[in-house]
């Protein structure tokens, strides 16, 4: 979140710029050496072991004996191909793919390893927004109530990646390995403004007349209390996660809550290990930078006739889990206090939940008045909770195995 052309109003506090790391590297998997300390959150089971759900990236390698099924039918939709692995005289310096007349940018989503590069339907785009290539077929990521998406748990290197600490040199996003532990389900988009109104019957945003439009100009508080509204309306019994005074009741609560930061970064990056979700950094401050372009507003695409300002919801590309606006649009509230110190490399954090000191809570994602690097995946900033800015919103999340459930 920048501020350097918000105006906040009733603000208690401005949100402060995040702060970049210089010496830390990316852990290469999710294989943990025996020397390295695991640091578990108070809410966080004492046992600090993997539960048998989570799933952890690994190289994969295929059985010797993994011979195929003999009723399996037989595939009509790739045909042979040629030992690309073969010398082929007529081919000069000419690539495997260019000797046969491939086109390298020919992969379409239909299963079939199209440009020759030992991988099936890699870099696929699919024409909807939204959708992603599942079992070569475009479709709509696997969702449930009201279109929250679901996602798995898993480990993933939490941080700034070596790209980013080529321009920006703080030390706040030392990258981390981070176990998430429990499924969830997030919405794919930011609470609108439609959708307050009609579980508040409040309209706060300062950009008027946009339905559609992310909701904005709302305190951490407002974010939580909008949140155990929406349990109160579900039509199957949840557990609140919040009391009255806004806080968090306990790490088993089943309602609607706002995401812990790890849980934010993780649904940003949607598997992907570069700046945005969509790729790497091509231009500074409110130049245009093509990869972000596609996924987010920000001060270099935000404008229009009336000057910079939030746009509906789910205009710009979705990221490869279905979810929109994580990189622009509005900033979001998640649930931590923020510590500058939120893991060191080398360490193992499952399910963090942020400081239980301070009072700064963590504002997470670019807006649009930001410049491009604050919309990265790993960008963090803060605020006094009770600020107000318009260009600060939240989205909900919903915990799907909770603590201590098998």
């Known amino acids: 979140m920048s501020t350097r052309d918000a105006a906040p109003s009733d603000a208690e506090g401005a949100p402060s710029d995040a702060t970049r ?106 024409p909807a927004m939204g959708e992603r290539c599942i079992d070569g077929q475009c479709q709509a990521p696997p969702s449930l109530f009201d279109g929250y998406v679901r996602v798995e748990p898993e480990f993933f290197a939490m941080g700034s990646t070596r790209e980013d600490r080529n321009f920006y040199d703080g030390t706040d996003e030392v990258q981390h390995l981070v176990g998430i532990t429990r499924a969830f389900a997030v919405s794919p988009a930011e609470v609108t403004q439609a959708e307050y109104a009609r579980v508040v019957e409040a309209r706060p945003s300062a950009h008027l007349n946009c339905d559609d439009c992310p909701v904005e100009r709302v305190t951490w508080a407002e974010a939580a209390a909008y949140c155990n509204a929406l349990t109160a309306r579900s039509e199957v019994p949840l557990i609140a996660c919040y009391s009255r005074a806004g806080e968090r009741l306990d790490n088993a609560c089943t309602g609607y809550r706002l995401p812990t930061e790890a849980e934010w970064e993780y649904a940003a990056r949607a598997g992907s290990e570069t700046t945005f979700s969509s790729g790497p950094l091509s231009a500074l401050d409110c130049n245009l930078d093509a990869n972000l372009d596609r996924v987010g507003w920000y001060c270099g695409n935000s404008a229009t006739q009336n000057g910079r300002e939030t746009h509906p919801v789910r205009r710009r590309e979705a990221n490869a889990w279905g979810l929109f606006d994580m990189h622009g649009n509005v900033a979001e509230w998640v649930e931590d206090r923020y510590a500058a110190d939120y893991g060191g490399f080398g360490e193992v954090t499952l399910d963090p939940t942020g400081s239980a000191a301070g009072v700064a809570r963590v504002v997470r994602g670019g807006d649009y008045q930001s410049p491009s690097q604050d919309a990265r995946s790993a960008a963090r900033s803060n605020a006094q909770p009770g600020s107000r800015f318009d260009s600060v919103g939240f989205r909900c999340v919903r915990t799907l195995t909770p603590a201590g459930a098998p």
């Open 21 to 126: 790391p210089t010496d830390a590297t990316r852990p290469t998997d999710a294989t943990l050496p025996p020397d390295v300390a695991v640091r578990v959150d108070a809410t966080t089971p004492t046992d600090a072991t993997t539960p048998p759900d989570v799933a952890v990236r690994m190289d994969a390698t295929t059985p010797d004996d993994a011979t195929p099924r003999a009723d399996a039918a037989p595939r009509d939709a790739e045909a042979p191909r040629p030992d690309m692995s073969a010398p082929n005289p007529d081919a000069g310096s000419l690539s495997p793919c260019e000797a046969l007349g491939v086109d390298p940018a020919a992969e379409v989503c239909n299963a079939v390893d199209d440009d020759c590069d030992g991988v099936r339907d890699d870099g696929v785009a699919c």
